[in-house]
């Protein structure tokens, strides 16, 4: 009936249309309804009953509105349609809008801050209220979150960022690290929460990166570094639990890790270099006994501090590179640091070492040895000097392939496996040449002992074995024109007689100081089997013909130099076991002595070991990484000039230092050293403007 009463005076022509005139009186019955019955009813209200009365005369107003409209549809259809004006909804809303939140939205804002403070404090309040009052704020900007965001999220942060600074402020003198981080998890919980029942959803973002300022971006430093129950503190009585929580809570904020994971380097750095100390102290007060045990006692505690720490980073850091990229910083410092003279990359050597060969300290099950050498060579991922690594590891795993001492070969495998996996295929070639060498060198020493049962006429004389290597794959060793006795130059005339049937273009170089003999001492007590190395056993075969020879005579017959026949010497006359007797008899060797055999010699076993004073090879291993490692500069310089042609002095060293960073820290001055002998051999040329370019010479 209204419907049509409003549409039969809206269609009748001019001047009998009153649309106009219906319109602005639907605009004129909202502002008086507002005027005379809704905003006096607010004004005699105040706080909680004055919101109260808000959301229900928010309420009516919605109703009003959407029932006058339509009822007056037909002007919403075509006469505003066709005048371009704000529609009849739209008008409505603006009406109260501008009459009635205008007025009370800063009265609303306050008593609704008041509130949500109150909860914080832990006061019940009425939430379906607050959700109500706050969804006048969203409605009232009718579809834009302008009203929202400024009359009431701006405030309602700045309150919250007061509120949180002022608690904090309190907290932070009176709790532990711990405790203040339970506090903060719990308010974090209780804002999203907020968000959830009565917030708007858009302000959870910035409602809780507020209170993470407030709570934790402030007192960041302060918090971590607290004495007894920061960081440090929680890393040193294993509290995972906390440690988990810090990264929970300061993984969301920007850059919020960043002095957790200092702090954690430095506590990593600060454990592992007293781990360093510790060893270095124990060495010195030791002496020379006993620092090998010390050394393998230091590499099997940076494994377990390994171990413990990587598992925080998985565990307590989830994972987080920043924490990955801590550990490996920290363990740069330490693992490069040489305790009594030994570097890192030789102690980790020599640990493996003890664990591979036969009768070593560690006495491991296979899978304990399989886990142990994963962990030593992750530790060697820190080591800088990769190159030494290699090359002492190599000398080792020759000793325990030549001698017989590797405890078993599947391990041996694995770990160069490990190895190439780690540090790619040119790293292992030559350890993977020398044990493929010695399976080839069993095959053929099978073969030599097949063609001396099928040649009978000829025949070394006694048991031999002879092991071939090839020479590129294995550590240089001294071989001398040493005089063998005739027993032995037998031997070698019949091995060379058989490996040339086999190959005529392979020369043979015979290592005697890598030879082991078992010779038979026939003294007046009884006879012992001696087991002496090949030079030992030649200078004890001298003693067949004659009672008695000075060193003089000793150095023509063998033909040694003097520094090898004094060890020699003294192993046979000073040591343990004097199969020789010397004239004077002091524990030094002297060109003046003269000796003579000890036919009284006895000993309770039936068959001992002679062994050769060891030989310190730390200064021949490290000459002959720095020999290479200039013939790798040389080449990086060539492949990196090849490839560009002109290059700056900066650059080349800078991409020099990139290219062989993986293997060795190159010296700067040792690259400008190279650079200049490339020049002088006409690799390169300066610039004849610019001295710091170089150009290449094809």
């Given at each position: 009936?209204?419907?049509?009463?409003?549409?039969?005076?809206?269609?009748?022509?001019?001047?009998?249309?009153?649309?106009?005139?219906?319109?602005?009186?639907?605009?004129?019955?909202?502002?008086?309804?507002?005027?005379?019955?809704?905003?006096?009813?607010?004004?005699?209200?105040?706080?909680?009953?004055?919101?109260?009365?808000?959301?229900?005369?928010?309420?009516?107003?919605?109703?009003?509105?959407?029932?006058?409209?339509?009822?007056?549809?037909?002007?919403?259809?075509?006469?505003?349609?066709?005048?371009?004006?704000?529609?009849?909804?739209?008008?409505?809303?603006?009406?109260?809008?501008?009459?009635?939140?205008?007025?009370?939205?800063?009265?609303?804002?306050?008593?609704?801050?008041?509130?949500?403070?109150?909860?914080?404090?832990?006061?019940?309040?009425?939430?379906?209220?607050?959700?109500?009052?706050?969804?006048?704020?969203?409605?009232?900007?009718?579809?834009?979150?302008?009203?929202?965001?400024?009359?009431?999220?701006?405030?309602?942060?700045?309150?919250?960022?007061?509120?949180?600074?002022?608690?904090?402020?309190?907290?932070?003198?009176?709790?532990?690290?711990?405790?203040?981080?339970?506090?903060?998890?719990?308010?974090?919980?209780?804002?999203?929460?907020?968000?959830?029942?009565?917030?708007?959803?858009?302000?959870?973002?910035?409602?809780?990166?507020?209170?993470?300022?407030?709570?934790?971006?402030?007192?960041?430093?302060?918090?971590?570094?607290k004495e007894h129950s920061g960081c440090c503190a929680l890393l040193r009585d294993d509290k995972v639990e906390d440690l988990s929580r810090i990264y929970r809570l300061y993984h969301k904020i920007t850059k919020g890790l960043d002095p957790v994971a200092a702090v954690?380097?430095?506590?990593?750095?600060?454990?592992?270099?007293?781990?360093?100390?510790?060893?270095?102290?124990?060495?010195?007060?030791?002496?020379?006994?006993?620092?090998?045990?010390?050394?393998?006692?230091?590499?099997?505690?940076?494994?377990?501090?390994?171990?413990?720490?990587?598992?925080?980073?998985?565990?307590?850091?989830?994972?987080?590179?920043?924490?990955?990229?801590?550990?490996?910083?920290?363990?740069?410092?330490?693992?490069?640091?040489?305790?009594?003279?030994?570097?890192?990359?030789?102690?980790?050597?020599?640990?493996?070492?003890?664990?591979?060969?036969?009768?070593?300290?560690?006495?491991?099950?296979?899978?304990?040895?399989?886990?142990?050498?994963?962990?030593?060579?992750?530790?060697?991922?820190?080591?800088?000097?990769?190159?030494?690594?290699?090359?002492?590891?190599?000398?080792?795993?020759?000793?325990?392939?030549?001698?017989?001492?590797?405890?078993?070969?599947?391990?041996?495998?694995?770990?160069?496996?490990?190895?190439?996996?780690?540090?790619?295929?040119?790293?292992?070639?030559?350890?993977?040449?020398?044990?493929?060498?010695?399976?080839?060198?069993?095959?053929?020493?099978?073969?030599?002992?097949?063609?001396?049962?099928?040649?009978?006429?000829?025949?070394?004389?006694?048991?031999?074995?002879?092991?071939?290597?090839?020479?590129?794959?294995?550590?240089?060793?001294?071989?001398?024109?040493?005089?063998?006795?005739?027993?032995?130059?037998?031997?070698?005339?019949?091995?060379?007689?058989?490996?040339?049937?086999?190959?005529?273009?392979?020369?043979?170089?015979?290592?005697?100081?890598?030879?082991?003999?078992?010779?038979?001492?026939?003294?007046?007590?009884?006879?012992?089997?001696?087991?002496?190395?090949?030079?030992?056993?030649?200078?004890?075969?001298?003693?067949?013909?004659?009672?008695?020879?000075?060193?003089?005579?000793?150095?023509?017959?063998?033909?040694?130099?003097?520094?090898?026949?004094?060890?020699?010497?003294?192993?046979?006359?000073?040591?343990?076991?004097?199969?020789?007797?010397?004239?004077?008899?002091?524990?030094?060797?002297?060109?003046?002595?003269?000796?003579?055999?000890?036919?009284?010699?006895?000993?309770?076993?039936?068959?001992?070991?002679?062994?050769?004073?060891?030989?310190?090879?730390?200064?021949?291993?490290?000459?002959?990484?720095?020999?290479?490692?200039?013939?790798?500069?040389?080449?990086?310089?060539?492949?990196?000039?090849?490839?560009?042609?002109?290059?700056?002095?900066?650059?080349?060293?800078?991409?020099?230092?990139?290219?062989?960073?993986?293997?060795?820290?190159?010296?700067?001055?040792?690259?400008?050293?190279?650079?200049?002998?490339?020049?002088?051999?006409?690799?390169?040329?300066?610039?004849?403007?610019?001295?710091?370019?170089?150009?290449?010479?094809?």
């Open positions: 009936m209204l419907y049509t009463t409003i549409y039969n005076m809206c269609t009748q022509k001019p001047p009998y249309d009153y649309s106009q005139q219906l319109y602005d009186k639907y605009r004129e019955a909202f502002e008086e309804y507002i005027t005379t019955t809704v905003m006096p009813s607010l004004r005699e209200k105040h706080d909680e009953f004055m919101l109260r009365e808000l959301v229900q005369r928010w309420a009516n107003h919605k109703i009003m509105v959407r029932w006058l409209s339509r009822f007056f549809h037909y002007l919403d259809r075509y006469f505003i349609a066709r005048r371009s004006l704000p529609a009849l909804n739209e008008v409505g809303l603006s009406c109260f809008r501008d009459l009635v939140y205008r007025e009370v939205n800063a009265n609303a804002r306050v008593a609704v801050i008041g509130l949500i403070d109150k909860e914080r404090e832990g006061e019940q309040i009425d939430r379906a209220l607050l959700k109500n009052v706050i969804e006048i704020f969203v409605e009232i900007g009718m579809g834009q979150m302008d009203a929202y965001e400024q009359d009431f999220e701006t405030q309602l942060l700045n309150d919250t960022g007061d509120y949180y600074s002022r608690k904090a402020s309190n907290w932070i003198l009176e709790d532990s690290c711990p405790d203040y981080m339970l506090k903060a998890e719990e308010c974090l919980r209780r804002e999203r929460d907020r968000v959830s029942h009565y917030l708007h959803s858009s302000s959870e973002q910035k409602l809780v990166e507020k209170v993470q300022n407030e709570l934790l971006v402030v007192y960041a430093t302060q918090l971590l570094e954690f380097k430095q506590h990593v750095t600060a454990e592992g270099t007293a781990l360093v100390q510790a060893a270095e102290d124990a060495t010195s007060n030791q002496g020379s006994t006993g620092s090998g045990a010390q050394e393998q006692v230091l590499v099997r505690k940076i494994i377990e501090l390994h171990d413990k720490y990587m598992a925080y980073v998985n565990d307590c850091f989830i994972n987080h590179s920043l924490f990955h990229k801590a550990l490996k910083e920290a363990f740069e410092v330490f693992c490069n640091k040489a305790v009594s003279g030994s570097s890192s990359a030789e102690l980790l050597a020599g640990f493996c070492d003890n664990i591979l060969k036969k009768g070593g300290s560690e006495k491991l099950s296979d899978e304990a040895i399989e886990e142990t050498l994963e962990k030593v060579v992750k530790l060697l991922a820190y080591i800088s000097d990769k190159d030494l690594f290699a090359e002492f590891y190599r000398k080792k795993l020759a000793r325990r392939l030549l001698f017989d001492r590797s405890a078993n070969e599947d391990h041996e495998k694995s770990i160069l496996t490990k190895l190439k996996q780690q540090c790619g295929g040119q790293f292992t070639s030559k350890m993977e040449g020398m044990v493929t060498d010695l399976t080839v060198a069993r095959d053929n020493q099978v073969n030599f002992e097949e063609y001396l049962k099928s040649n009978e006429n000829v025949s070394p004389g006694m048991d031999l074995t002879v092991t071939v290597l090839t020479t590129g794959y294995w550590p240089s060793y001294k071989s001398f024109d040493l005089n063998l006795p005739e027993e032995m130059v037998r031997c070698v005339e019949v091995f060379k007689a058989f490996y040339e049937t086999k190959t005529k273009h392979r020369k043979l170089t015979w290592i005697y100081s890598l030879g082991t003999c078992h010779i038979n001492g026939k003294f007046e007590p009884k006879t012992i089997e001696l087991v002496v190395s090949t030079y030992q056993a030649a200078l004890l075969l001298l003693f067949n013909t004659a009672e008695k020879l000075s060193y003089s005579e000793i150095l023509t017959q063998l033909n040694l130099t003097h520094d090898d026949l004094v060890r020699l010497l003294h192993s046979l006359s000073c040591a343990k076991y004097k199969i020789l007797l010397k004239e004077p008899a002091t524990k030094t060797i002297s060109p003046n002595d003269n000796f003579e055999f000890n036919s009284k010699f006895t000993d309770r076993l039936r068959r001992i070991k002679i062994p050769l004073p060891p030989v310190d090879e730390r200064k021949k291993v490290i000459e002959d990484v720095d020999k290479d490692r200039r013939y790798a500069i040389d080449a990086a310089i060539v492949r990196i000039m090849k490839s560009r042609k002109v290059l700056g002095h900066q650059q080349l060293v800078m991409e020099c230092v990139e290219q062989l960073g993986r293997m060795f820290k190159p010296d700067i001055k040792a690259i400008k050293k190279r650079i200049e002998d490339l020049i002088t051999r006409d690799y390169l040329e300066r610039d004849k403007e610019n001295p710091n370019m170089f150009k290449y010479l094809a």
